[in-house]
């Protein structure tokens, strides 16, 4: 049994690394925008956290993936302090921005495959909208490296809840007949997404995953809506600038004939503990 549950879960690893989106335009041309991204559900947060405090009262975090530290800083505001860990350098500079602010959270400019902290220095590792960019075997292994016994681990993602918000759903129909050829790399992600609960309930020092979602409306003005549309990578790699344009052109004027008051996000986790 032990044996094939192994197999199974390279299996599922080696699906991911196949499946895992071509590189789609520089991090560093966007690292500006993501403060204007949605933030993850409080609620969400708030359930995991009370999980993790069950193991210690001041459990120390490695938010891995950290884009500019949207997680790490929720997390320092409920009292917690840990790592915000990113690999790449001009996020971490942004984030870096209100780090003055947050002195429990220090950031560490590494992938998740490599942290290059202690073994067992952590009680939890979050990746944050970012696991379907590792290494999935490597970043587990680390994972369960620098955390201690019984810490956890969770997965966590935030994406637009096309199926309860017309408003959204509108703003992609329309992207695709603008554009019907470019490849969206939240596609391949939602497929990794299904599998996730299986991964992380037969990887070997993992046990009991669960997993939590919510949607939420966020309130966001046509500046911020922008912005968050302008910190997009897959788009903007695959067509002229002059259609990009357009494209940004078409969503500000959708909101400004919608003018809603709210758009819907939906939190996930994928949560698990280390034996």
């Avoid at 390279?10 to 500006?32: F, I, N, R």
């Avoid at 003005?221 to 067509?239: A, C, F, H, L």
Wanted: glycine fraction near 6%; aromatic fraction near 10%.
């Amino acid at each position: 049994m032990a044996r094939s549950l192994r197999l199974n879960v390279k299996v599922m690893e080696e699906k991911m690394q196949v499946s895992k989106t071509a590189s789609l335009g520089s991090w560093s041309e966007v690292a500006e925008c993501y403060p204007a991204f949605p933030a993850y559900s409080r609620r969400l947060l708030k359930m995991l956290v009370d999980e993790v405090k069950h193991l210690t009262d001041a459990p120390i975090f490695g938010d891995i993936g950290a884009g500019t530290g949207a997680i790490a800083y929720a997390l320092a505001d409920m009292g917690l302090s840990g790592y915000a860990i990113e690999p790449e350098s001009q996020m971490v500079a942004v984030g870096q921005r209100l780090a003055p602010t947050y002195p429990a959270v220090s950031w560490i400019n590494a992938p998740g495959e490599c942290t290059g902290l202690a073994d067992d220095s952590l009680d939890w590792v979050c990746y944050s909208t970012s696991f379907h960019m590792t290494n999935a075997s490597e970043a587990l292994r680390e994972s369960i490296r620098i955390l201690r016994p019984r810490g956890f681990f969770t997965i966590v993602y935030v994406l637009a809840d096309l199926e309860s918000d017309p408003f959204q759903l509108e703003i992609e129909n329309r992207i695709r007949d603008m554009a019907p050829a470019v490849r969206r790399a939240v596609t391949p992600v939602i497929g990794q997404m299904g599998s996730y609960e299986a991964l992380l309930n037969q990887y070997p020092g993992l046990r009991n995953c669960i997993r939590l979602a919510t949607t939420e409306g966020i309130s966001m003005t046509e500046e911020r809506y922008i912005k968050y549309w302008s910190g997009r990578r897959d788009i903007p790699s695959q067509v002229s600038p002059e259609v990009w344009n357009s494209i940004l052109q078409m969503i500000a004027e959708t909101f400004r004939r919608w003018q809603p008051g709210s758009l819907r996000f939906r939190s996930t986790a994928w949560h698990a503990q280390r034996l």
